[in-house]
């Protein structure tokens, strides 16, 4: 880190560059060695650091979009699918299932292990998606993360 010296002549700037913290009475004074990006990692998570009860939730997702896919007709009831994905959610003790990014990489996955290529998944994807483009970016990662 290059620091220049018009920034050191800001005596309130050296806390802060060192990671002190200092009690404006001055009789407290402490180091903290943690950086930023330490205590932010735990809340940035990818689909490979999904934890248990996610994953088991991400999964039954895949499993039932699976099932659905491969039983349902052309022009097929997204109402009842998405009161599957509400069941699955209640049982899972997800609430706002509808706005969680594991539903949508769920269903990508299920899109891809149905086997669902082509026009077909364009399809499945924009109307699961309720034609919203991040739940539909969602839906790709699963897919393409899917094996």
Do not use: H
């Not at 998570?45 to 999904?50: A, D, G, K, R």
């Not at 299932?97 to 891809?112: A, E, V």
């Not at 086997?115 to 699963?142: C, H, L, P, R, V």
């Amino acid at each position: 880190m290059r620091l220049y010296s018009g920034y050191l002549k800001q005596p309130l700037l050296y806390p802060a560059l060192l990671g002190l913290s200092i009690a404006i009475n001055g009789c407290s004074l402490s180091y903290s060695s943690k950086s930023i990006s330490d205590s932010t990692s735990s809340i940035v998570s990818s689909p490979s650091s999904v934890s248990g009860k996610s994953k088991k939730y991400q999964n039954e997702i895949a499993d039932y979009t699976v099932a659905y896919i491969k039983s349902s007709q052309p022009g097929a009831d997204y109402t009842s699918f998405l009161k599957g994905l509400s069941d699955i959610a209640a049982k899972e003790g997800v609430t706002n299932w509808d706005q969680d990014s594991l539903t949508y990489t769920g269903i990508g996955i299920g899109l891809k292990k149905a086997g669902t290529e082509g026009a077909a998944y364009e399809t499945y994807k924009k109307n699961f998606a309720g034609g919203d483009s991040n739940k539909m970016e969602e839906i790709q990662s699963g897919y393409e993360s899917a094996e």
